[in-house]
């Protein structure tokens, strides 16, 4: 009888038979599947989890705070938080080109998890054998050979797999759907926030900035996007769409009046889609007032912002993200 308790429950054996008096690491991305798969190994062997999240600089606004605080609370996971902005910005520094910016920020991701994990095993001891991931069964069955999909863009997910791994693999969320974590996330008492939360890339925002990702680029995306994803949630539309990327266009400039001055400000685009897999997508049909509501409040509020346009691309031949 599928119950998302007696998941828990079976879950929770089969890690406790599985790590055995050893102790395992989880990388944190933010995301769903990791919260999950954390709680989970979390509730089957406590502290000898140790979970670390790489604060990249590239999350949008209070995520990282959620992660740091909320689902501490929540779960009372042991937490490692690297803080390594300034890594990730200087490797970022001068790169335009979207590919370059996923390697940069996917082989950064990679060493500094990796020097975070060398030093819980130099505090923990050789006890640490275990690597916690939350692969869902979709990709069981999508890197079993199946229907292979074309992978047009690097794709790396924060919390992925280092590639000299020396680790045996932790996974309590290979059986289950997307759908399914969400309900063992919410049975396990994660914050909404983090279990409902809709996809958001790995790299984060350092691809939703057409341009150079700088600091004051990131801040000012951040404005853009929260007051987008606040409008959205007030409007109840989040059940509605798949995600809505907020895009920076930080190599464009466009004329525009406020008050009784000409400006000379860049761009926002207003990403919506619906979509089943995120494989193809169509653009939302927002309602026109809520269109309005978000892109008053980003140009009165967003300094250095005085456009906001709206995609109205379908995927294909569009993809979801601009990089
Ligand atoms: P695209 O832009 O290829 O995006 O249509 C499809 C879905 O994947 C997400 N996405 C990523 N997720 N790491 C991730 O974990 C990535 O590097 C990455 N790039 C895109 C995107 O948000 C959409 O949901």
Redo the contacts with the bound molecule.
């Keep these: 009888d599928w119950t998302t308790s007696n998941v828990v429950e079976e879950q929770v054996a089969l890690i406790r038979e599985q790590v055995g008096d050893k102790r395992a690491i989880c990388g944190l ?1 933010g ?1 769903v599947d990791s919260a999950v798969a954390a709680a989970l190994v979390q509730r089957a062997i406590g502290d000898r989890l140790t979970c670390v999240y790489v604060d990249h600089g590239l999350m949008r606004k209070g995520e990282t705070e959620q992660v740091e605080k909320d689902f501490v609370a929540a779960t009372g996971v042991k937490l490692v938080v690297v803080d390594a902005e300034e890594r990730f910005l200087t490797a970022l520094k001068g790169v335009s080109d979207p590919e370059q910016k ?1 390697k940069i ?2 082989r950064e991701f990679i060493r500094v998890f990796e020097q975070a994990q060398a030093d819980i095993i130099a505090d923990e001891g050789p006890a640490v054998e275990f690597l916690v991931q939350g692969t869902l069964y979709p990709d069981v069955v999508e890197s079993g050979g199946g229907t292979g999909t074309a992978n ?7 919390g ?1 797999l280092p590639e000299d791994l020396e680790f045996q693999l932790v996974e309590p969320l290979r059986k289950l759907f997307k759908d399914e974590v969400r309900m063992v996330g919410q049975e396990l008492g994660l914050p909404a926030e983090i279990v409902q939360r ?6 984060g925002l350092g ?1 939703r900035i057409v341009g150079e990702v700088t600091k004051e680029r990131l801040d000012l995306l951040r404005d853009a996007d929260a007051i987008a994803r606040e409008e959205l949630t007030l409007a109840g539309l989040d059940a509605e769409i ?2 809505c ?1 907020v895009v920076l266009l930080a190599d464009v400039r466009s004329v525009g009046v406020q008050g009784d001055g000409r400006t000379y400000g860049h761009p926002i685009v207003l990403r919506p889609v619906s ?1 089943e897999d ?2 193809t ?1 169509d653009w939302s049909r927002l309602p026109y007032e809520v269109l309005a509501k978000i892109s008053t409040r980003i140009t009165n509020e967003v300094k250095d912002v005085n456009r906001v346009v709206l995609d109205v691309t379908s ?1 294909p031949p ?6």
């Design positions: 991305s995301g996923r920020i996917g047009i863009k690097s794709h790396h997910n924060v992925g809709q996809p958001f890339p790995g790299p691809i798949w995600q990327p979509s995120a494989m997508a995927k569009g993809t979801i993200e601009w990089e």
